[in-house]
């Protein structure tokens, strides 16, 4: 797998600089942003990011509001929420909103890594469909 | 003094006092009402039997002054109708005589004629009288000074008793008088007749208090007795005096009635009191029967109303003290939990960084240059153990929110009984291992109940786990029951451990409440449950012994009130 690109979203500035230093020595490409607005700012200078992840907690723009306004610019990207306290109305409602799955800080990192995979397989496996159905468009244009 | 024994001092002097006062409100206008009532009819009937009393005697001694008049009368017409040498002619006296006796019935038992000297002059009757001197005898001294004379009753010379009356006349300068004897049974029929009840009877006395008819029931009256009735102011117009007097020597009351006839006698009718007023005493009697049966019932409802009513309001208060109780827990396990979900929210995300720092160290430690290191084990022994203890960290912080939570769940149809083998089957494995049988006495017609099962599902598992955690490895048995009672479905778990002593049955819902050894309870998962099974409307209760076990009972709702 190539190295992957990540938007980290979190208001906790130590967090995200450990996380970020921790992702990197797993051969992650790491972006931060310490709110929604950076974050959507960020994905608008940094087309190449596959996966977000996405605190639910946050001032100002909250993690929920943030993952909608991403989801509406950006349907192909998979989104990971992490969350303070697992509860299945903001878990649901993520799902809903089109989140790949949650986790629970502190979360184990190798948890994460593996579910960062997932969302990257996921959506290389979106990218290399809707390629298909272009490449396929074109083709029956031309037959 | 104990809270109970102050309850009860204060519930028995309510029953008291509740008493007093019902007895009290009962019994006054009853007690006024009877007195009065009887009071006036007392009063009324007295008047009553007092006035026909006096009219019997009135009559009587009409009666009685007539019949004397009347023989006096008779007697005086022979005097003025005849001469004295008409009446000293035997043979015409005795005809009189005879004449008189078919009018009336031998009352004029016989006639006489004397003069002045106290001779008897002529005589008709039965006895042999012919020229007998009265001179000496008290009546002839007050009959030569009066027109007419009523003696007194006396033996006389015929030793038989009898009274006179005589007729005095003046020829020229000489009295002479026509003297005639009344049978004295005649005269005593007209008082006898006055018989009233079974003591009431009538007699006559003179004024020396002598009795002049014939006595009744041994009845000897003195001077004293006249003088008595004579001096009583108490008199009617009609001459008709009542009076109750007692009879020191029987100790009965007796009511008299008297009446003085003409001639100075005194009429006196007597009566026991008692049998004059044998139908008011009957009434007064049957009174105070039912007075008393009435009031030992109004006594006795009182007691048992009383009783009842204050078992009542005891059970009441209870049940308000309790539910106080409970609303209080509530409140303040609600204030807890909002305090304590803010401060997981705060302590979560440092919790986090130190973790991931944590990680970060051990991600370094994976260098090269590092691995020399001789405290390379001991660096990760540290951060391993910095992990442990976050992750211990969020899961306190976990609870804390799921506790705090108010709707964070969904609710679907819940099968209980299924949920609860659900539960077992987990908790089986581990129940095994310390040696603890779970029984399950699940109750067939348990219906479907709206709840969020994941919640409920917690509510046993934290119970069934405590039940584990307090039985040690001692082994034992865990028994749960479900049962369908009137809308509500009722679950135990039933526990054989080492009970919970009953200082801390108060404080086990609590939250952080734990008897755990530091670092295995963290005193919220009761905390838990009792928040769930509260929301739902139901509610939970421990009942525990020590050395015997401990017994949680839920009250589960079916259908929960449609305000949520």
């Excluded at chain 1, 996966?51 to 998979?78: A, F, H, R, S």
């Excluded at chain 2, 003069?115 to 009265?134: C, F």
Aim: hydrophobic content about 40%; glycine content about 6%; proline content about 2%.
């Amino acid at each position: 797998m190539s190295s992957v690109k990540i938007l980290l979203v979190d208001d906790e500035i130590p967090f995200v600089e450990t996380m970020t230093k921790r992702l990197i020595k797993r051969n992650f490409d790491v972006l931060t942003a310490f709110s929604g607005n950076e974050a959507i700012k960020q994905l608008q200078e940094h087309m190449s990011v596959e996966v977000v992840l996405l605190d639910v907690k946050m001032p100002g723009m909250g993690g929920i509001e943030t993952l909608g306004e991403i989801k509406k610019l950006y349907p192909i990207l998979e989104i990971i929420m992490l969350t303070g306290h697992a509860t299945v109305e903001s878990a649901i409602e993520g799902m809903k909103l089109g989140a790949f799955d949650y986790l629970m800080k502190p979360c184990d990192i190798n948890q994460l890594v593996s579910k960062v995979e997932e969302a990257v397989t996921k959506k290389r496996m979106h990218e290399d469909k809707i390629i298909e159905a272009r490449v396929k468009e074109i083709t029956s244009k031309r037959a | 003094m104990n809270i109970e024994t102050k309850h009860a001092l204060y519930y028995s002097l309510l029953t008291r006092k509740l008493i007093v006062l019902v007895i009290a409100v009962s019994f006054t206008p009853m007690i006024l009402v009877i007195s009065i009532i009887l009071s006036q009819f007392h009063n009324s009937y007295h008047e009553k039997v007092n006035a026909h009393l006096g009219e019997l005697v009135m009559k009587h001694k009409q009666n009685i002054d007539s019949f004397l008049q009347e023989k006096l009368n008779d007697i005086h017409f022979m005097v003025n109708s005849f001469s004295f040498e008409e009446l000293s002619n035997e043979v015409f006296l005795q005809d009189k005589l005879a004449a008189l006796q078919y009018d009336y019935q031998h009352v004029f038992v016989d006639l006489g004629v004397i003069n002045e000297h106290g001779r008897q002059i002529a005589y008709a009757g039965p006895y042999k009288l012919e020229d007998v001197r009265y001179s000496n005898a008290k009546w002839f001294k007050k009959a030569i000074e009066n027109q007419y004379y009523i003696s007194n009753v006396f033996l006389g010379f015929r030793g038989y008793p009898h009274f006179i009356i005589t007729v005095r006349k003046k020829i020229g300068e000489i009295y002479w008088i026509l003297r005639s004897t009344i049978d004295f049974g005649a005269f005593n029929s007209l008082v006898q007749n006055l018989s009233v009840g079974k003591t009431g009877f009538a007699f006559i006395i003179n004024k020396e208090g002598k009795l002049q008819t014939k006595s009744v029931l041994d009845f000897h009256p003195d001077k004293k007795f006249y003088s008595y009735f004579l001096q009583n102011k108490k008199k009617a117009d009609d001459g008709i005096a009542i009076v109750e007097k007692d009879d020191k020597s029987s100790g009965r009351k007796y009511i008299y009635v008297t009446a003085l006839l003409k001639n100075k006698w005194l009429l006196i009718f007597r009566q026991e009191t008692s049998d004059a007023f044998a139908d008011l005493n009957r009434t007064q009697r049957i009174a105070i029967i039912i007075f008393l049966l009435g009031g030992l019932g109004i006594i006795a409802t009182t007691f048992f109303v009383s009783k009842m009513m204050v078992s009542r309001i005891a059970r009441a208060d209870n049940e308000k003290d309790l539910m106080n109780q409970q609303v209080i827990e509530t409140g303040k396990l609600a204030s807890i939990g909002e305090l304590a979900a803010g401060i997981a929210h705060e302590i979560n995300n440092p919790v986090a960084i130190m973790v991931e720092e944590a990680g970060w160290i051990q991600d370094l430690l994976e260098e090269e240059d590092l691995k020399e290191s001789e405290n390379l084990d001991e660096f990760n022994r540290a951060l391993k153990q910095i992990n442990t203890q976050g992750k211990r960290c969020k899961e306190i912080t976990h609870k804390l929110l799921s506790f705090a939570r108010k709707t964070d769940s969904i609710e679907n149809d819940v099968q209980i009984n299924e949920l609860i083998e659900d539960v077992i089957s987990l908790l089986e494995q581990r129940a095994k291992y310390d040696n603890i049988a779970i029984i399950a006495n699940l109750a067939n017609d348990i219906p479907m109940m709206r709840m969020s099962s994941t919640e409920l599902q917690q509510v046993f598992l934290n119970l069934i786990n405590n039940a584990l955690d307090a039985m040690d490895k001692n082994g034992g048995i865990i028994n749960i029951s479900t049962r369908y009672l009137a809308g509500n479905i009722i679950i135990d778990i039933a526990d054989d451990g080492p009970g919970i002593p009953e200082v801390n049955l108060a404080k086990i819902f609590d939250p952080f409440f734990t008897t755990k050894p530091v670092g295995k309870g963290t005193g919220l998962g009761l905390s838990i449950c009792y928040g769930i099974v509260n929301k739902s409307g139901g509610k939970i209760e421990a009942k525990s012994l020590v050395e015997k076990g401990t017994t949680f009972t839920i009250t589960i709702p079916v259908i929960k009130k449609q305000d949520k």
